[in-house]
């Protein structure tokens, strides 16, 4: 099977993955005299941000997912394609695809970050990702399920099991899911399963470092974990996880907390396509970069955003793996692609923040220091802002204002695409 | 594994299934001194009458779906179970279900409708049934895949094969989808897929009588036929099935429909419960019940809605296997079981109708044939008006008028609940 791209005189560039990086560069080299396109394995762009609160039942995927294919309906030099990159060959400007292969002219790798097991076969298959719709809504639906299971059930070891969580990572992610959990158990859980003990469900938030959020300062570290508390989350700090087995966490201190449900957040390391040398590939797995995004030795190959590591004096390790980084870079890329600029890419720190629940943030940036309603109403602005497309900006608001007048997210739904009993391939 | 209900004095009634008839009791009986289970193997209510729209990207999953919980929240005497029931002992009066077994005073079932294959397991096999969520959502990411195959395909055998439809069914399941398809053709299809010639897409709508919407007056059907016409579908009138294979559709006339998607509308059967004896099960695959509700020869024993054949002289064949006759039989229902009617059930017919498109419809009710703008509004408030919660309704209606605004439903998105690559279990 052919990709079928019409052959062009222009320019052909090939962007591969539409995150933050990949969309925003198709969108700004869209309507130039290039043929771009856009290869995703879906066929839609998700905005990661938000995906804890898909997996917590307070978003509909379709909120937080947008058509590639809507978003450049008008544009006829850029093609979508829905196709899994099996290799790209940098020397033959080559990439093959479960649907066929094509050249380029120009290759962009775009293809963000993976979810970091540090090759432990054991994390991998005992725990939980959160990096995609797919995977949060199947999250979602295990809460669920256990939550039902753990009704039917007169052990109160099972019980336990199936309502205990345990969140590998004190990172954005589980700090959010944790607050969000928490926030389920105290107004929701009681109304909608009296048959169970509200209390039983325990929410643990391992962390390896001393305090959460270790990308912020001190002093929002020391406040998210007040307000993790308060919640009444179970915080590990300087926890390490030694081991993950079928319905049990062994931490190197010996504790082991026994949960059906281990979220990892734990990291992520870049989703490298093969055939890329390793030398071009750093020690935390990401494609290593000059200042002009190009992947060293290849002028018409670039890395942008969480799967690039472009190593400059101010960020010795590269830039922070977050939206803000591949959203300029992908901004950079495109003015460079049209001309319009010979200076190298440089970072400008927009600053971060994580939402720990109702009223409850903390945000960092222009030298500011926020937390609580304030940083809570701005991490709100920032993401509806950021979010593609007009119609998910009104839902994703709508559900929340919904949501913060009836304490409810009201999605608390299993479902799953079936046919004739199956789940389908 | 128990069911853990706890034990009581009151009469416990357990209904079994939560669709239109069981929720309904449900809602009118949980503040009764009576205990009781509702069970369902969904964990929400679904309204069916929209499947199609969700199958259609119209609609998200949610919107039509109601969390069982979160309805009877403050009911004390109401149980929510998701449970697959295996079989029921009316002689015992107990119920085996996959999560343990259950004694009741009163069975009320309401277990509804299955799609019908007539015992042919190659109409199983080889289309695509539209019966619950989970399936209308499989038929989405279905028809959305087929078109990202169809743009890397270079067959045209292939290409017509992805691109093509049969509806087998022309009622109104059948009638809804064949405009709904043919709309998504005319307004999004050359806008999201220029790859695609549009114009290669058929949509065939086979009906075995010699008109639509057997149900209605010949004037809404011949009006509906003039309407999908217009609209591009394929009408094959007095045309049967006798055979479907992989990619094929073979009618009895000897036409052969080439197509890699068959859905099958073209009829239901009663979702009877096992280890109910033959002796009350009707020709047709329903509970034979007396006209109060009773499956004959059990006092303690109902049967309301689609899974029921109530026999009488204005409804020899039962009533009809929709909506109204479920939800009047549960208001009937609720009030005898609390003593407050002796009268047999009566069946008020509301009418009928169907939409075809934008400002399309058919709608027959207190002698009226109404038909265009005026039956499409009616369509539309009267499931406005039927849908289960407030937020429900809210989104639906935003939903609809950013499709009529917009000519676009937006919802066109390929997701299934994943996990580390594999479709879980």
């Not at 043929?35 to 938000?50: A, E, G, R, S, T």
């Not at 052990?155 to 954005?172: L, Q, R, Y």
């Not at 998910?392 to 913060?404: A, E, P, R």
Request: hydrophobic share 40%.
């Amino acid at each position: 099977m052919p990709l079928n791209i019409p052959d062009s005189d222009a320019t052909r560039v090939v962007i591969i993955g539409a995150g933050f990086g990949g969309f925003r560069l198709a969108q700004k080299l869209a309507s130039q005299k290039m043929q771009i396109v856009l290869i995703d394995k879906n066929n839609y762009h998700q905005f990661q941000p938000l995906l804890y609160q898909v997996a917590m039942a307070g978003l509909e995927p379709s909120s937080i997912s947008f058509p590639l294919r809507k978003s450049f309906q008008s544009k006829a030099n850029l093609f979508v394609r829905v196709a899994e990159v099996n290799s790209v060959d940098l020397e033959n400007k080559k990439i093959e695809t479960e649907q066929g292969n094509i050249y380029f002219d120009k290759l962009v790798i775009a293809t963000g970050a993976k979810t970091n097991f540090f090759n432990n076969a054991e994390f991998e298959e005992n725990t939980i990702p959160m990096k995609s719709v797919s995977e949060s809504l199947y999250l979602r639906n295990k809460i669920f399920e256990d939550l039902e299971s753990a009704i039917t059930s007169n052990s109160a070891a099972e019980i336990s099991k199936f309502m205990d969580i345990v969140i590998v990572g004190g990172g954005p992610t589980g700090v959010e899911l944790a607050g969000a959990l928490a926030e389920m158990k105290m107004h929701i859980l009681h109304k909608d399963y009296p048959d169970l003990n509200s209390k039983n469900m325990n929410i643990y938030l391992i962390e390896g470092k001393d305090r959460l959020l270790a990308g912020m300062s001190e002093q929002s570290s020391e406040k998210t974990k007040v307000a993790l508390e308060k919640l009444g989350v179970k915080l590990l700090l300087n926890a390490r996880v030694q081991n993950i087995q079928s319905g049990r966490v062994i931490l190197s201190d010996g504790q082991i907390l026994k949960t059906g449900k281990v979220i990892w957040a734990a990291g992520v390391t870049g989703a490298i396509v093969h055939g890329i040398s390793q030398e071009y590939i750093s020690r935390d797995g990401r494609l290593l970069t000059d200042d002009y995004c190009r992947i060293k030795g290849h002028s018409d190959v670039f890395a942008i955003g969480d799967v690039a590591r472009m190593e400059t004096t101010e960020y010795p390790n590269g830039h922070p793996q977050m939206a803000p980084a591949a959203m300029q870079q992908a901004s950079w890329l495109g003015k460079y692609l049209m001309g319009k600029t010979q200076k190298p890419f440089k970072f400008t720190d927009k600053g971060q923040m994580a939402t720990i629940g109702r009223n409850k943030a903390v945000a960092e940036f222009a030298g500011l220091k926020l937390s609580g309603f304030m940083a809570w109403l701005i991490w709100l602005m920032v993401h509806i802002y950021y979010l593609i497309g007009v119609k998910n900006k009104l839902f994703v608001l709508l559900n929340w204002i919904w949501s913060y007048l009836f304490y409810d997210q009201n999605l608390r739904l299993i479902i799953r695409p079936k046919f004739q009993g199956n789940t389908i391939k």
